[in-house]
């Protein structure tokens, strides 16, 4: 059982260029975030979403952007990327917002150069 | 005012002794509090869930949530030095997202 899988799990971009970080959960899980955690630091709300075809925008939204055509992936997008972004980011999803727990991917260790 | 506060620490503690972390949050409307522990490198997990007023033990640890106060703590009893890790609070927000707090990084000493 994979529970979340996020990939990649380091890359290195240069300031401008675009990636998309992937997540995939295959608990059928309604409810998947996106988090970014800089050094020392707890977890950002980037972007979050509530089912298919649903996101909405967390605490630290600009310079990126998801989707969520499936219950099962949720990838995001950073578009012109900027050092600002230089963090670890991590997916997690849960089956609802109350009483139950966030399943975290593994994160993905990202440096804008 | 953040969403959720947390003291960032380092808090060190005596191995044997009791750790005790605080946590405030803003959202009146909050019904669920989490306790997540993460060592360097890793992701987080779940340690504690609480969601009513009151006392919620586990083994060494307990969750306290006072809803009147905004208020949710977790003491850990015994600490271990295997205790050493950041503690994560957060809390629902408009039931459907979770907020976490920047976290209290704990030292157990020998």
């Known amino acids: 059982n994979a529970g979340v899988t996020q990939t990649p799990k380091f890359r290195i971009l240069k300031i401008g260029q675009s990636m998309t970080l992937q997540c995939t959960q295959d608990?059928?899980?309604?409810?998947m975030y996106w988090y970014r955690q800089d050094p020392g630091m707890g977890l950002k709300l980037i972007y979050y979403?509530?089912?298919?075809?649903?996101?909405d925008k967390g605490e630290v939204p600009n310079g990126y952007n998801v989707s969520r055509s499936t219950t099962e992936d949720f990838p995001l997008r950073l578009e012109l990327a900027a050092p600002s972004q230089t963090s670890v980011y991590f997916c997690?999803?849960?089956?609802?917002?109350?009483?139950?727990?966030?399943?975290f991917g593994s994160g993905t260790q990202l440096s804008v150069l | 005012q953040k969403e959720v506060e947390q003291n960032s620490g380092p808090l060190s503690v005596p191995e044997g002794a009791i750790a005790s972390l605080n946590c405030t949050y803003s959202?009146?409307?909050?019904?669920?509090f989490f306790w997540y522990r993460q060592y360097s490198g890793k992701s987080p997990e779940l340690i504690m869930f609480?969601?009513?007023?009151g006392d919620k033990e586990d083994g060494r640890f307990t969750a306290q949530l006072n809803k009147a106060s905004q208020y949710v703590s977790l003491l850990i009893r015994d600490s271990q030095p295997s205790d050493s890790a950041t503690y994560l609070c957060?809390?629902?927000?408009?039931?459907?997202?979770?907020?976490f707090g920047s976290g209290t990084r704990l030292s157990i000493r020998p």
């Open positions: 608990m059928n899980h309604n409810y």
């Open positions: 997690a999803s849960s089956g609802t917002a109350l009483n139950e727990k966030l399943f």
């Open positions: 979403s509530v089912g298919a075809g649903i996101t």
């Open positions: 959202d009146r409307g909050s019904q669920s």
């Open positions: 957060a809390v629902d927000s408009s039931a459907s997202k979770i907020i």
């Open positions: 609480i969601y009513s007023n």
